[in-house]
């Protein structure tokens, strides 16, 4: 069942989050609901614009509708990861997705706010729920590098004002975590004190988190032992910190370069092990496996494990009331 990231926020809020995972092709897409599936937990599917030229939106479309179909007990959003207003625009006229980020933060505030509004106003027209971003994480987002110290954590005044200005669903904020492998060496830790202030300031409006991968120490190791050349130094978010942060607002949660170290792992150690081998489909096959096992693990991180039913009536009472 599609739902929307609203319905799913209403179900989560204060009590769990919700994962938001980036799918590329069919391996990633059928183990991500495989891995729900064996969870019992609801979803985000997140495209980027990276996805949608790498795939064709068309092809991405018709996998999540064949995936969909195939696990009929599924319940999931779609949603654009970091959109520019373009991309953004065809989402919101594709009535395929629920809800779509328009990543306007690279921008001076008053330009953020009124990107930010103007995505807003033409998606509320369809029905569609907004994500929007203040602050700026570290790392690699799309084609823009934010370099280490040029980063700035969410202004928690500044959230309850841009909120309320541009009407937006939800708002990615910057507090602490950064996209990619290469986090912030050392630990690296959520800025609990900045998540609370903003909490505090916009009390039941759902916050999301990005660069939420943990980026595990071991995958790294192995990735490596097995002729990779990360820097074993890296390491991300700690997974214990989900659920705190889900109880101070925050309802999703981005994860995908966990996901990319897991394909990795699988594939450098398949290949080395069966040098003989040429079908794709043998490391395939245990990629799917092991990036199921890895997204039930997650859910239960994040508190969304054997949600499923809960949710489901949830959403089909909220629906039934609004009839
Ligand atoms: O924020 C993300 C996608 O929007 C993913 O973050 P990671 O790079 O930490 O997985
Ligand atoms: O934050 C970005 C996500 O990890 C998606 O990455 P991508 O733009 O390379 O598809
Ligand atoms: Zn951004
Ligand atoms: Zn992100």
């Not at 599609?2 to 769990?16: P, S």
């Not at 897409?29 to 614009?49: K, M, V």
């Not at 930010?116 to 569609?128: I, M, Q």
């Not at 309850?160 to 507090?175: H, N, P, Q, Y």
Request: proline share 3%; charged share 25%; glycine share 8%.
């Amino acid at each position: 069942m599609i739902v929307t990231t609203a319905e799913l926020f209403r179900c989560a809020y204060g009590k769990y989050a919700i994962g938001a995972y980036n799918i590329n092709n069919m391996e990633q897409t059928l183990g991500l609901f495989r891995g729900c599936a064996q969870g019992e937990a609801p979803f985000i599917i997140q495209i980027s614009r990276g996805a949608r030229k790498y795939a064709d939106k068309r092809m991405l479309e018709a996998m999540i509708r064949a995936a969909e179909a195939i696990y009929p007990e599924s319940i999931f959003a779609v949603h654009l990861d970091h959109g520019d207003e373009e991309t953004c625009y065809d989402c919101i006229d594709s009535g395929f997705y629920s809800s779509v980020m328009i990543d306007a933060s690279h921008h001076p505030f008053e330009e953020n706010v009124a990107i930010t509004r103007r995505v807003v106003e033409r998606a509320h027209a369809k029905g569609v729920s907004v994500e929007a971003e203040l602050g700026m994480l570290g790392g690699v987002e799309e084609d823009i590098k934010v370099e280490e110290g040029h980063s700035c954590l969410t202004d928690p005044e500044q959230a309850k004002e841009f909120v309320e200005r541009t009407g937006c669903d939800s708002l990615a904020c910057a507090i602490g975590t950064s996209h990619g492998a290469y986090k912030f060496k050392g630990r690296q830790s959520i800025h609990f004190d900045v998540l609370e202030a903003i909490f505090q300031r916009l009390p039941g409006f759902p916050l999301v988190m990005h660069g939420s991968s943990s980026v595990p120490q071991e995958e790294v190791r192995r990735i490596n032992a097995a002729g990779g050349k990360l820097d074993p130094s890296a390491c991300g978010v700690d997974e214990n910190e989900y659920l705190p942060a889900a109880r101070l607002g925050v309802t999703k949660i981005n994860i995908d370069t966990d996901g990319r170290l897991v394909w990795t792992r699988v594939h450098r150690e398949y290949l080395r092990d069966h040098p003989e081998d040429f079908d794709f489909r043998g490391a395939g096959r245990i990629y799917m496996a092991e990036y199921a096992n890895f997204i039930a693990h997650k859910s239960e991180k994040l508190g969304c494990a054997k949600q499923l039913e809960s949710v489901r009536k949830s959403i089909l009472a909220q629906r039934g009331g609004n009839a």
